[in-house]
């Protein structure tokens, strides 16, 4: 190697874990807060805390009520997610394969939906489904996430069974199937990587989403965004818990990504490309 | 029979889908619509009012400065996070033996939703940044970056790009990786420096991924809310308040239904247009391969 492509090298090293330094530090402050009392906090944030207490944890783990809202977020999002795979696979496959003028132009719909921001319908929304909401709000929500995130859903889906020839489907139905064990059976299973995008990108979706939930959901059927938020904003001034309740706050998800890193970055770009 | 058949074939497969969809999407969009032409309080409408929910709209000095903002933030946080986010492709796609790891990093604040990164920043912003600068007296930092609307502008900015960045970056590697090796090879052979290669072979080539960013970010630029709610509240003094927190406010708040709601049409209008715009010039960059 010659000199100058090692010190390319090198300043790439150096760039490069600056950087990762700095995204990953606003993290690490508020870890290293919350395990300090308020007044340590103000005295130098910066600082390791030289007694650890936990007490920061307890006090945020039951005022935000963390495990009635991550119970909520994990319901939500595991109900909603997999009634979006089960629909959209099975729109999109029947779009892909039944080629007439009406398809497509539901197609370019639901292509086009994609565009709207939910701020542009948001107002007429909630006047309109406010019974409904007030009958089972958690229900309505997983009902809302369908409704906003089959079309993206559906497109990726779509992208994918094109690749797959028809010759599979005609096979299975020369067998015997009906179209329905011929979807599930078949074509349903040889969708692995492209369900796994569209279970990461509708997932982390879903769980951070905020707006949504802030229109539609009471104190009882809180997730863990709204209940971070509401926590926050009463408890800001004891600077240790709110950052306890920031750590909690984080380490699902987190926790999930460390586990499953490979099919989020690859899902991603699975989505990214279509 | 032949069409008996195929109805029920739809029915099997895209029935439910398409009713949700309906109902969740096509019919409040319609609606919303609708009630911008008319005397809708929120409840009910007695008569067709014309264009007066826009005219007051416009006549409405916080939604010409809510618009300023918005446009300010939009093309700032555009540039700023995807030459971040090409950076860090960059980084992470050279020979380096721990590309992997810290990709794992650059990704993490996109997990974590905008309220809760909104909220960590509060913290270090109006807090930790305050405490450590009457500590070591840095005259910035005196002041929190929150209460000034000019600084609170570049905070938002830095919030977004460190969130978004990680995003964008995959979208990035995923081009990247995407040119062929015999190219690359090609160039070098002839001598082409690093930087000449990068502009003239690299770019070009994987032009899809900045039409897909590009897109991403600057729909995201115009829908932002949650770190915007979380960070400033739109304060000081409703200054900056981003478009969708504004028609929140306006609605929910203020309960003006009418001139929200066309606020919100005419968000959907821009948002439509500057995309339309933004996709159909970078297609025409785009190499056919």
Known sequence: MSTRARWGKRTTFLVGYTLAFAYVFPFFLVFVNSLKLKYDILANPLAIPLSITWENFQQAYTKMNFFRSLTNSIIITVFSVSLLIIFSSMLAYYLARTKTKLTKYIFLVLVASMIVPFQALMIPFMARFAQFVSWNNRGALIFFYIGFGVALSTFLYHGFISTIPTEIDEAASIDGASDMVAFWKIIFPMMRPITATVAIINALWIWNDFLLPRLVLTNETQTLPLSTYLFYGQYSIEYGQAMAGLVLAVIPIVIFYLVLQKQFISGISQGAVK | ?289
């Open chain 2, 1 to 289: 029979m032949k069409s008996a058949r195929s109805m029920k074939r739809f029915m099997k497969f895209a029935g439910v889908p398409l009713a949700i969809f309906s109902i969740v999407l096509v019919v409040p969009f319609v609606n919303g619509v609708y009630y911008t032409f008319t005397d809708w309080d929120g409840f009910e409408t007695t008569k067709l009012v014309g264009f007066s929910n826009y005219a007051e709209s416009f006549q409405d000095p916080t939604f010409w400065s809510t618009l300023r903002f918005t446009a300010l933030f939009v093309v700032v946080s555009l540039v700023l996070v995807n030459a971040v986010a090409f950076g860090l492709a960059l980084i992470v796609t050279s020979k380096l033996k721990s590309a992997n790891f810290l990709r794992t990093f650059f990704f993490v604040p996109n997990l974590v939703g905008g309220v809760v990164l909104g909220v960590i920043w509060q913290f270090i912003f109006n807090s930790a940044i305050v405490a450590l600068a009457n500590k070591y007296d840095w005259e910035l930092f005196k002041q929190s970056w929150l209460q000034d609307t000019n600084k609170a502008f570049w905070a938002l900015i830095i919030v977004t790009v460190w969130q978004s960045s990680g995003y964008m970056m995959i979208v990035y590697i995923t081009g990247l990786i995407s040119i062929e090796n015999d190219v690359l090879e090609a160039s070098q052979i002839d001598g082409a420096s690093p930087l000449r290669t990068l502009f003239t072979i690299k770019i070009p080539l994987m032009a899809q991924a900045f039409t897909i960013a590009l897109f991403l970010t600057l729909r995201g630029g115009f829908m932002a809310y949650d770190v915007n709610v979380a960070l400033t509240g739109g304060g000081p003094f409703r200054t900056t308040e981003l478009i969708s927190l504004h028609i929140f406010q306006d609605a929910f708040a203020n309960g003006n239904f009418g001139t929200g709601q066309s606020k919100a049409v005419v968000m959907f209008l821009i948002v439509a247009l500057a995309a339309l715009v933004q996709v159909t010039v970078s297609k025409r960059y785009e190499v056919q391969r």
